[in-house]
């Protein structure tokens, strides 16, 4: 039994404290006076994990001085379902889904709690939209590689939420918006992809190559950035309609699509400010975005 459902079967509290003057207190204390950011992140290589690089850094900066949130929603390329669901077990497992790195990579684990309750309220919040709880998935790379180094002693609950292969850009445009009201109650809302992802085309002897890249991909980069400070959303949505360099930079929507979750959730007065904004193997940029009040 939850806490609110414990009070509300009691006939009284002891002291003389009314029932409902308690309840509103810990409904208050889910609340957040001051909206919670918003944080896209190019996730890159699992690999990031476990490296002291500047990619790390700037996955710890990008928190740096923000009160703790009260819990983190996050929004990973790496796991596509048919539907909407979101994880709502109360100890996520840590998913390992990667091959070919070292065996350090595989034993990290990420043991932050869940939050059941928070689950169940955001599916109400995207009702009509149907969707399902989740008990079998946890937490894949997508979410702890970088999460890890925002909230190292993982003492922040985290969920995952889908991405349902089925809907349009727009359409997963649209259904980011019925998160809003999540920011005013603590909760950290974080995309986890990368806006330049063709594994197709990495050139992986310039790997080390400090922020190589394509023609196409540095274009790929620029027309999306240049679309995000002017909050022009549309086309960011009808990419496919969009240059020839943004088709190479996006042969798959998975890593793209978490960047329009968080997009859709900026308010008129908040701006982005980019950050770990780095291309790597020639196809592949690490560009990230914080969205704040300006």
């Known amino acids: 039994m939850d806490f609110l459902k414990w009070l509300a079967a009691l006939p009284f509290i002891a002291n003389g404290v009314k029932l409902n003057a308690l309840q509103n207190e810990v409904a208050h204390n889910w609340e957040n006076s001051d909206k919670m950011p918003l944080l896209f992140l190019g996730h890159g290589s699992p690999m990031n994990a476990i490296e002291e690089n500047e990619f790390a850094f700037g996955f710890r900066q990008s928190v740096a001085g ?4 009260k819990a983190i929603l996050c929004i990973s390329a790496h796991w596509e ?3 909407t669901r979101i994880t709502a077990m109360n100890e996520p497992k840590t998913i390992h889904d990667f091959g070919g790195f070292p065996p350090e990579l595989f034993a990290v684990q990420y043991p932050a709690k869940g939050n059941p309750e928070l689950a169940k309220s955001i ?6 939209t149907a969707v399902g709880l989740d008990y079998d998935w946890g937490l894949d790379h997508g979410s702890w590689s970088v999460i890890k180094h925002l909230y190292p002693k993982a003492d922040v609950p985290v969920l995952q939420m889908s991405l349902d292969y089925t809907l349009s850009p727009a359409q997963h445009y ?3 918006k019925q998160l809003a009201q999540l920011r005013r ?5 974080v995309g986890s992809g990368n806006i330049v992802h ?3 085309a990495v050139a992986w002897d310039k790997m080390k190559v400090d922020n190589y890249a394509y023609d196409w991909a540095t274009e790929a980069n620029e027309l999306v950035k240049n679309w995000i400070r002017k909050k022009e959303h549309q086309p960011l949505c009808d990419y496919r309609q969009q240059a020839k360099s943004l088709q190479y930079a996006i042969p798959t929507p998975e890593h793209y699509l978490p ?3 968080v997009l859709a959730l900026q308010e008129e007065n908040e701006q982005a400010n980019f950050f770990n904004d780095k291309a790597v193997g020639g196809s592949l940029t690490m560009t990230s975005v914080k969205i704040e009040k300006a």
């Open 174 to 176: 649209q259904l980011a």
């Open 66 to 69: 923000l009160e703790k949130p």
């Open 123 to 128: 599916q109400t919040d995207l009702s009509p």
């Open 185 to 189: 109650k603590g909760v950290l809302i």
């Open 81 to 83: 379902t048919k539907g």
């Open 198 to 200: 063709n594994l197709g």
């Open 259 to 261: 960047l329009l979750y």
